[in-house]
């Protein structure tokens, strides 16, 4: 994996760049549709590529490792070929989804052990098997298996848990490093920057990840119930320490606004499932505003959803006929919806990217998190 | 409306034709898939032209008039201009609707009373404003409001309920012909032959409907829990007086066997949600048999869904990736089956018709009924 940088912005420390991978390139900065399960919930893989212009996705070690299961995803040839994605794909490490089964899983150095959320079978992620697992996935940037904190949480408890990462992180580099991947590709590893909302702990952890020298980095820990303030603050520290050679993943965020904001505070690459679930309930993310397509006002707008944007389905249904769907539990409105989200959250992203190159990020910023954030 | 017969078959009562529509043209014989709310559920209308080719589908005349309502109906245009499908559509009355809901529905001369299944609203449906309401609508075939009688069902109840059928049907044409379509386009209307299992009564049934000289025929109370038999037994008696100069559509019917049988007995339409509740519930129907997606042995099954068809879904998912989707209860699981299976129908009568222009069709069908409905 290869990262060049393109643009610096004057007044925000906003980047433009481009991350090459064997399955192609990837312009930054970007945000990933999250493909869970190796599916980007109601959406087929050329609507990803055609409608959203999706660069990279995600899959979620937890999930693919209890379904379809390694045997399945190694039998097909890792899960680009499993799901007919040849694009990037990235994978979480699954400690987030462990550690929030919380009744059903229990910490120790060696890892954690787990119930499985399905069939309550009890499985054990180490830092090792979660390196050997996602090799056999065979994602071409692969996470680090970390703790994340919960929020609140107090420093001794994100002290030490920022310590058991970085322990954790040394055995998933050892591992790392003594395989190769599966299917003639090579993978990445991104280790991940943790320590809850203290900023000496984020210092300390962001110094410690820009030591191991990996392709890319990642910020954890994030958006999990702390307000959005104290998650820029945390985000300054972090992204004045981690190599400004290497991309910065601001890992499960988030708003439009959350976005932009952590562009203009050198974050390079974004996850969320905010576009597709909302979607699912109604909430679509357009170039004029947010629209809460359940109000009544939106039953006789035959508009169609939103003209801001290219893709064909934005610019097909109609308001009126999206909510009629959504209303009625439709699977075509979900369908809708998250395409429409997912193309707007790209096109926030490589506008973006386009601002940044023309060197007027910044006020393009103020002014579109005022509009993009204000309900219709 | 305009019907050509092209061909009929020599050793069957077979028939390819084609049905001419302000919307367009439809080629015999048909299937046409299911749309209730104005949806054919989990697909894009792109899709239904672009992977499944459908020529016509359904609207319903009940669940449209509850959700979302006439208002918004006519204020879009109608329904092609409100869903985004400008090809043919053709409405069911909402009398097979009405009559399922049982405890909640009274009937009369004047027509019948029911409650909403969604809010327990009070409603009327009469001959009268079903043929109103299908003007708002505005599908280019709309049906006559009949009785559809539950099966098994006694001679006499067959009797009277035939023949409250009949005279609601004077009272939908009377209306028909006093009214015009609000939406500059002409619509058809299709009187339905009943008469439950009873020979004699189907027989006079469908000497009363063809007597009315409508624009096309159908056939109702069929596949209601008879067996398959007596569906032929009674479909052949109704064609046989049926005239041959005007379509004939077999409402609610059926597997691929089911189907190729009608065709054999000069039936030229044909509706089922079949296609898509089974899909979702991961059956398959391919060409090479029916598949069980859940079952074990297609889950390290990496071919593709069915190389038989030409659509892109059929040939781009293998069937291990749609057996994880299904079991995993992803909406992509249900997406995918719905196209392929829509698709799969739209084949199955597309080559009917070839084997009917053909002159091939018996010895086609014959062979066929046997490979389409074996179990992999």
């Not at 699954?94 to 009890?122: A, C, M, P, T």
């Not at 308001?319 to 209303?327: M, V």
Request: hydrophobic share 35%.
């Amino acid at each position: 994996m290869k990262f060049e940088l393109s643009t610096k912005d004057q007044e925000s420390a906003a980047r433009a760049g481009k991350i090459t991978t064997d399955h192609g390139e990837i312009l930054t900065p970007i945000f990933m549709p999250v493909g869970t399960a190796g599916t980007v919930k109601g959406v087929h893989q050329r609507e990803l590529k055609k409608d959203i212009e999706a660069q990279i996705i995600l899959g979620n070690t937890y999930h693919l490792y209890l379904r379809p299961g390694l045997d399945i995803i190694k039998g097909a040839g890792g899960l680009h070929k499993f799901n007919g994605w040849d694009r990037p794909i990235l994978t979480d490490s699954g400690g987030y989804q462990v550690f929030s089964l919380k009744e059903i899983r229990k910490i120790s150095e060696e890892g954690v052990h787990f119930n499985s959320h399905i069939d309550g079978s009890k499985h054990l992620f180490t830092p090792e098997n979660v390196m050997d697992i996602q090799r056999v996935i065979g994602a071409d940037i692969i996470m680090a298996f970390d703790e994340c904190p919960p929020y609140p949480c107090d420093y001794e408890y994100a002290e030490n848990s920022m310590h058991l990462t970085h322990r954790w992180l040394k055995r998933c580099i050892k591992r790392f490093d003594e395989t190769e991947g599966n299917y003639g590709y090579s993978q990445a590893l991104f280790p991940i920057v943790q320590g809850s909302v203290y900023k000496d702990l984020r210092k300390a952890s962001a110094e410690f990840i820009a030591e191991q020298n990996q392709a890319g980095n990642a910020i954890g820990g994030l958006s999990v119930g702390e307000p959005a303030e104290d998650m820029y603050e945390m985000l300054e520290v972090v992204n004045g320490i981690l190599p400004e050679e290497k991309p910065r993943y601001l890992m499960g965020v988030g708003t439009p606004a959350n976005i932009l904001e952590a562009i203009a505070l050198g974050t390079d690459m974004f996850d969320c499932v905010m576009p597709t679930r909302n979607a699912r309930n109604g909430m679509l993310f357009t170039t004029e505003g947010i629209i809460n397509i359940r109000n009544k006002k939106w039953e006789d707008d035959y508009s169609v959803i939103d003209t801001g944007l290219k893709n064909e389905v934005s610019n097909f249904y109609s308001k009126a006929y999206l909510k009629h769907l959504i209303k009625c539990n439709e699977l075509l409105g979900a369908q809708i919806a998250s395409i429409h989200n997912l193309a707007f959250y790209l096109w926030l992203v490589g506008q973006a990217r386009e601002h940044i190159l023309a060197g007027d990020f910044t006020p393009w910023k103020n002014k579109m998190t005022k509009k993009l954030m204000q309900r219709l």
